[in-house]
Protein backbone atom coordinates (compact mmCIF):
# COMPACT_ATOMS: atom_id res chain seq x y z
CA UNK A 1 0.00 0.00 0.00
CA UNK A 2 2.01 3.04 -1.14
CA UNK A 3 0.80 5.84 1.00
CA UNK A 4 3.06 8.50 -0.92
CA UNK A 5 3.22 8.36 -4.24
CA UNK A 6 4.65 9.98 -7.52
CA UNK A 7 3.72 9.28 -10.36
CA UNK A 8 6.08 10.53 -12.55
CA UNK A 9 9.30 8.34 -12.64
CA UNK A 10 10.90 10.77 -14.57
CA UNK A 11 10.94 14.35 -15.70
CA UNK A 12 13.13 16.60 -18.38
CA UNK A 13 13.71 20.33 -18.12
CA UNK A 14 15.75 22.74 -20.34
CA UNK A 15 17.92 24.76 -17.95
CA UNK A 16 16.71 27.94 -16.97
CA UNK A 17 12.93 26.37 -17.34
CA UNK A 18 10.52 25.64 -13.89
CA UNK A 19 10.57 22.30 -13.02
CA UNK A 20 7.52 20.92 -11.21
CA UNK A 21 7.43 17.53 -9.28
CA UNK A 22 4.49 16.35 -8.30
CA UNK A 23 3.53 13.71 -4.40
CA UNK A 24 0.39 12.42 -3.86
CA UNK A 25 -0.40 11.23 -0.52
CA UNK A 26 -3.39 8.75 1.29
CA UNK A 27 -2.68 9.01 4.48
CA UNK A 28 -4.83 11.76 6.10
CA UNK A 29 -3.02 11.48 9.26
CA UNK A 30 0.47 13.09 7.67
CA UNK A 31 1.32 16.88 8.67
CA UNK A 32 4.46 17.21 7.62
CA UNK A 33 6.23 16.95 4.21
CA UNK A 34 9.25 17.34 2.80
CA UNK A 35 11.30 16.57 0.00
CA UNK A 36 14.68 15.31 -0.45
CA UNK A 37 17.33 15.46 -3.48
CA UNK A 38 19.42 12.02 -3.95
CA UNK A 39 22.53 11.44 -5.93
CA UNK A 40 23.64 8.17 -6.95
CA UNK A 41 25.95 6.68 -4.18
CA UNK A 42 24.44 9.57 -1.74
CA UNK A 43 22.37 9.51 1.02
CA UNK A 44 19.23 11.53 0.34
CA UNK A 45 19.68 15.39 1.01
CA UNK A 46 17.19 17.15 2.68
CA UNK A 47 15.93 20.18 0.34
CA UNK A 48 12.76 21.67 1.89
CA UNK A 49 9.68 21.01 4.16
CA UNK A 50 5.90 22.25 4.73
CA UNK A 51 3.71 21.45 7.61
CA UNK A 52 -0.29 20.83 7.33
CA UNK A 53 -0.55 23.96 8.43
CA UNK A 54 0.71 25.95 5.69
CA UNK A 55 -0.10 26.17 1.67
CA UNK A 56 2.85 27.06 0.54
CA UNK A 57 7.12 27.69 1.89
CA UNK A 58 9.99 28.96 -0.22
CA UNK A 59 13.65 28.52 -0.12
CA UNK A 60 15.61 30.81 -2.86
CA UNK A 61 14.70 28.31 -6.37
CA UNK A 62 12.55 25.90 -4.65
CA UNK A 63 8.86 26.39 -3.71
CA UNK A 64 6.27 23.73 -2.06
CA UNK A 65 2.90 23.91 -2.69
CA UNK A 66 0.64 21.64 -0.41
CA UNK A 67 -3.54 21.38 -1.48
CA UNK A 68 -4.55 19.38 1.62
CA UNK A 69 -7.90 18.58 0.39
CA UNK A 70 -6.71 17.08 -2.79
CA UNK A 71 -4.03 15.12 -0.88
CA UNK A 72 -1.19 17.30 -3.31
CA UNK A 73 2.07 18.72 -3.29
CA UNK A 74 4.22 19.95 -5.57
CA UNK A 75 8.02 21.06 -5.72
CA UNK A 76 8.69 23.87 -8.02
CA UNK A 77 12.16 24.58 -8.87
CA UNK A 78 12.97 27.94 -10.69
CA UNK A 79 14.82 28.43 -12.20
CA UNK A 80 16.26 24.99 -13.35
CA UNK A 81 19.96 24.44 -13.67
CA UNK A 82 21.96 20.84 -14.59
CA UNK A 83 23.07 20.33 -10.60
CA UNK A 84 19.77 20.09 -9.81
CA UNK A 85 20.00 16.40 -11.49
CA UNK A 86 19.12 14.38 -9.61
CA UNK A 87 16.52 11.91 -8.26
CA UNK A 88 13.54 13.56 -6.01
CA UNK A 89 11.92 11.84 -3.21
CA UNK A 90 8.77 13.32 -1.38
CA UNK A 91 8.45 11.74 1.89
CA UNK A 92 5.39 12.51 4.59
CA UNK A 93 5.76 12.05 8.31
CA UNK A 94 2.72 11.39 10.58
CA UNK A 95 3.17 13.43 13.84
CA UNK A 96 0.54 11.69 15.87
CA UNK A 97 0.55 8.50 17.32
CA UNK A 98 3.06 5.87 18.07
CA UNK A 99 4.52 6.62 14.54
CA UNK A 100 6.27 9.84 15.31
CA UNK A 101 9.43 10.82 13.18
CA UNK A 102 9.05 7.79 11.03
CA UNK A 103 9.42 9.35 7.10
CA UNK A 104 7.06 7.24 4.42
CA UNK A 105 8.66 8.44 1.02
CA UNK A 106 7.02 8.30 -2.49
CA UNK A 107 9.10 5.83 -5.35
CA UNK A 108 10.94 9.13 -6.47
CA UNK A 109 10.76 11.18 -9.53
CA UNK A 110 14.13 11.34 -11.75
CA UNK A 111 14.99 14.76 -12.69
CA UNK A 112 17.11 15.59 -15.63
CA UNK A 113 18.21 19.21 -16.38
CA UNK A 114 19.72 19.75 -19.92
CA UNK A 115 22.10 22.36 -20.36
CA UNK B 1 29.27 20.40 9.45
CA UNK B 2 29.44 16.83 10.77
CA UNK B 3 27.18 14.64 9.07
CA UNK B 4 25.99 11.42 9.61
CA UNK B 5 28.89 8.37 9.17
CA UNK B 6 27.81 4.85 8.17
CA UNK B 7 30.55 2.42 8.12
CA UNK B 8 30.91 0.26 6.10
CA UNK B 9 30.29 1.55 2.89
CA UNK B 10 29.98 -1.61 1.09
CA UNK B 11 29.45 -5.00 2.28
CA UNK B 12 29.58 -8.44 0.69
CA UNK B 13 27.75 -11.53 2.19
CA UNK B 14 26.96 -14.58 1.55
CA UNK B 15 23.95 -15.96 2.33
CA UNK B 16 23.45 -17.44 6.04
CA UNK B 17 25.77 -15.39 7.11
CA UNK B 18 25.77 -12.30 9.84
CA UNK B 19 26.31 -8.62 8.94
CA UNK B 20 26.39 -5.59 11.33
CA UNK B 21 25.94 -1.80 10.05
CA UNK B 22 27.22 1.27 12.50
CA UNK B 23 25.75 4.68 12.21
CA UNK B 24 27.31 7.67 13.81
CA UNK B 25 24.53 10.29 14.05
CA UNK B 26 25.42 13.81 13.81
CA UNK B 27 26.72 15.40 17.28
CA UNK B 28 23.46 16.19 19.65
CA UNK B 29 20.99 13.91 17.75
CA UNK B 30 19.73 11.73 19.87
CA UNK B 31 17.09 9.88 17.31
CA UNK B 32 18.56 7.35 14.67
CA UNK B 33 16.28 5.59 11.84
CA UNK B 34 17.22 2.90 10.00
CA UNK B 35 16.00 2.78 6.63
CA UNK B 36 16.31 0.14 3.45
CA UNK B 37 16.45 0.50 -0.03
CA UNK B 38 15.82 -2.04 -2.72
CA UNK B 39 17.01 -1.95 -6.38
CA UNK B 40 14.77 0.58 -7.94
CA UNK B 41 12.76 0.88 -4.65
CA UNK B 42 11.37 3.56 -2.25
CA UNK B 43 13.32 3.75 1.35
CA UNK B 44 11.62 1.93 3.79
CA UNK B 45 11.75 2.30 7.37
CA UNK B 46 12.92 -0.12 9.70
CA UNK B 47 13.03 0.88 12.91
CA UNK B 48 13.99 4.10 15.04
CA UNK B 49 15.64 4.78 18.70
CA UNK B 50 15.28 8.09 20.53
CA UNK B 51 17.29 8.34 23.86
CA UNK B 52 18.85 4.78 23.61
CA UNK B 53 15.54 3.19 23.25
CA UNK B 54 13.36 1.66 20.78
CA UNK B 55 10.88 4.31 19.35
CA UNK B 56 9.18 2.70 16.61
CA UNK B 57 8.94 -0.26 14.23
CA UNK B 58 8.40 -0.65 10.70
CA UNK B 59 9.13 -3.51 8.28
CA UNK B 60 12.22 -5.13 10.32
CA UNK B 61 12.28 -8.84 9.73
CA UNK B 62 12.95 -10.65 12.55
CA UNK B 63 16.24 -11.79 11.73
CA UNK B 64 17.16 -8.15 12.53
CA UNK B 65 18.29 -6.32 15.71
CA UNK B 66 19.72 -2.87 16.32
CA UNK B 67 20.08 -0.96 19.34
CA UNK B 68 21.13 2.14 20.15
CA UNK B 69 24.50 2.86 22.40
CA UNK B 70 25.45 6.05 25.38
CA UNK B 71 27.31 7.46 22.80
CA UNK B 72 24.31 7.80 20.53
CA UNK B 73 25.42 5.63 17.89
CA UNK B 74 23.77 2.70 16.43
CA UNK B 75 24.27 -0.64 15.61
CA UNK B 76 21.92 -2.93 12.87
CA UNK B 77 22.66 -6.81 13.27
CA UNK B 78 21.15 -8.81 10.51
CA UNK B 79 21.10 -12.66 10.70
CA UNK B 80 20.76 -15.47 8.48
CA UNK B 81 20.85 -13.43 5.38
CA UNK B 82 19.38 -13.91 2.43
CA UNK B 83 19.64 -12.58 -1.19
CA UNK B 84 16.69 -10.29 -1.04
CA UNK B 85 18.31 -8.35 1.77
CA UNK B 86 20.92 -6.81 -0.58
CA UNK B 87 20.06 -3.48 -0.51
CA UNK B 88 21.03 0.35 0.50
CA UNK B 89 20.52 0.48 4.05
CA UNK B 90 20.26 4.13 5.80
CA UNK B 91 21.05 5.50 8.61
CA UNK B 92 19.63 9.16 9.40
CA UNK B 93 19.57 11.30 12.49
CA UNK B 94 17.82 13.91 13.92
CA UNK B 95 17.44 16.22 16.95
CA UNK B 96 14.18 15.62 19.33
CA UNK B 97 11.92 13.88 17.53
CA UNK B 98 9.13 14.26 19.95
CA UNK B 99 9.08 17.94 18.87
CA UNK B 100 7.06 17.09 14.90
CA UNK B 101 8.74 19.53 12.91
CA UNK B 102 12.24 17.85 12.47
CA UNK B 103 14.02 17.09 9.65
CA UNK B 104 16.20 13.54 9.71
CA UNK B 105 19.68 14.14 7.72
CA UNK B 106 20.86 11.19 6.04
CA UNK B 107 24.10 8.85 6.33
CA UNK B 108 25.61 7.91 2.80
CA UNK B 109 24.37 4.51 3.61
CA UNK B 110 25.83 1.11 3.19
CA UNK B 111 25.57 -1.15 0.25
CA UNK B 112 24.78 -4.72 1.44
CA UNK B 113 25.31 -7.48 -1.25
CA UNK B 114 24.19 -10.95 -0.27
CA UNK B 115 26.19 -13.54 -2.61
Known amino acids: DQQVKQNSPSLSVQEGRISILNCDYTNSMFDYFLWYKKYPAEGPTFLISISSIKDKNEDGRFTVFLNKSAKHLSLHIVPSQPGDSAVYFC??????????????FGQGTILTVHP | AAGVIQSPRHLIKEKRETATLKCYPIPRHDTVYWYQQGPGQDPQFLISFYEKMQSDKGSIPDRFSAQQFSDYHSELNMSSLELGDSALYFC??????????????FGPGTRLTVL
Open chain 2, 92 to 105: ASSEESRKSYNEQF
Open chain 1, 91 to 104: AAKDAGGTSYGKLT
